[in-house]
């Protein structure tokens, strides 16, 4: 029976950080999420907001130089799994929790058949399992993901497969093993639209059979409303907004999160000749970012204090948090404004 109140996945204060001859790069600097049985959490934001490195980081696949892990917590089933060593993290990677990249062919081995991944998958996660015992196991798992004549194309090579059944192959390694938490970095963004939602309505079906904790790291909102249960969104390594989806999309706290939202086409819209909204400027350079808010030279909302301080994360309510100083109260503005002089004058 799935429970929806069980936390599988609780990351905290996660940061990662890469040195180049140009600096530190703060990839992902202080995220924090939870994720429960069942659940589809959807982590949304622009290219290189840190989305990606941070499940790359709870998967432990950074590599180490010129990246590195150095802090927070992540704490699957209650055990933080950045302190296990690579031989325990071995048995939880593709076992307990197990990832579904952008491009299924940069996964999958062209040179041996889908039969023998699959069976060298599941045999590693369980040693008591005999050959045939696998391959009736992957057979039954490509039956599950929509793969016609599962035991015919089982013995055919990746490039005998359209993209989008290579990427249900990946779905079938992934939850062959029964795994808790299926990570999924943009598993659409190689397909086309009618593949695109095939493939996450297979998603959404297994998460419920199996009782599957899902992420899923996304640019497109369209995806989130329609998947997701929760919704995180990301901004120069940081989560700025995070909330219940239905919430997030009706009341809209941060002014990027208003942004994101509002570049979207609408169905509804009155005038179908207006441009598109977009938000201007570009991302920051997280190289050696300074410690105030970054998204302040694109917001048309910025006051002194978004230039001095990094705001403080508040609560609103309903499992609603923004990192914002328009919800932050004067007192609080007038205090870092206040720190902010000092530090200034003590330089």
Same mark, same amino acid.
């Given at each position: 029976?799935?429970?929806? !109140?069980?936390?599988?996945?609780? $990351?905290?204060? @996660? ?8 600096? $530190?790069? !703060? ?8 994720? %429960? *049985?069942?659940?589809?959490? =959807?982590? &949304?934001?622009?290219? =290189? /907001? ?19 892990? &150095?802090?927070?917590? &992540? ?10 060593s690579e031989a325990e993290m071995r048995t939880v990677r593709g076992d307990k929790i197990s990832m579904i990249f952008q491009d299924p062919m940069t996964s999958l081995n062209p040179f041996l058949k ?8 599941i045999r590693l996660h369980n040693k008591n399992i005999s050959k045939k015992e696998a391959l009736e196991r992957s057979i039954e798992m490509l039956g599950k993901v929509g793969i016609p004549s599962p ?15 290579? *990427?249900?192959?990946?779905? +079938? ?7 808790? &938490?299926?990570? +999924? ?16 309505? @297979?998603? =959404? ?7 599957? +904790? $899902? ?8 995806? $989130? +409303?329609?998947? /997701? ?12 907004? !995070? ?38 400027? *570009? ?9 105030? /808010?970054?998204? %302040? ?8 204090? /978004?230039? *001095? ?13 923004v990192s914002c100083w328009l919800y932050s109260g004067e007192e609080a503005i007038a205090k870092a404004l206040k720190e902010a002089a000092e530090k200034e004058k003590a330089l």
């Open positions: 029976m799935i429970d929806k !109140k069980k936390t599988v996945l609780d $990351v905290k204060d @996660l940061k990662t950080y890469f040195k180049t001859d140009a600096g $530190v790069v !703060k990839a992902v600097d202080g995220v924090s999420f939870s994720v %429960h *049985q069942g659940e589809t959490l =959807g982590i &949304v934001g622009e290219s =290189g /907001c840190g989305k990606s490195v941070t499940n790359l980081s709870v998967m432990r696949l950074i590599p180490s130089p010129p990246g590195k892990i &150095v802090g927070g917590e &992540v704490l699957f089933e209650g055990e933080d799994i950045l302190k296990i889908i039969s023998t991944q699959m069976i060298e998958t035991e015919k194309r089982i013995q055919s090579y990746p490039h005998q497969f359209s993209g989008g059944m290579r *990427q249900r192959v990946m779905i +079938a390694m992934a939850l062959s093993c029964n795994a808790q &938490v299926l990570i +999924a970095d943009e598993p659409t963004t190689a397909l086309d639209v009618t593949i695109q939602a095939q493939i996450l309505e @297979l998603i =959404g079906t297994l998460s419920k059979e199996f009782g599957t +904790a $899902v992420i899923i790291v996304t640019h497109d909102l369209g995806v $989130v +409303a329609g998947m /997701c249960d929760k919704v995180c969104v990301m901004y120069a390594g940081r989560i700025v907004e !995070k909330s219940v989806t239905d919430d997030l999309y009706a009341k809209p706290a941060h002014p990027y999160t208003e942004g994101l939202i509002m570049s979207v086409p609408r169905m509804d819209t009155k005038n179908k000749n207006d441009r598109l909204f977009s938000i201007e400027g *570009q991302p920051p350079n997280v190289i050696d970012l300074p410690p105030c /808010c970054p998204f %302040h030279p694109r917001c048309h909302r910025d006051m002194e204090v /978004c230039h *001095q301080a990094y705001p403080p994360t508040v609560d609103l309510g309903n499992n609603h948090e």
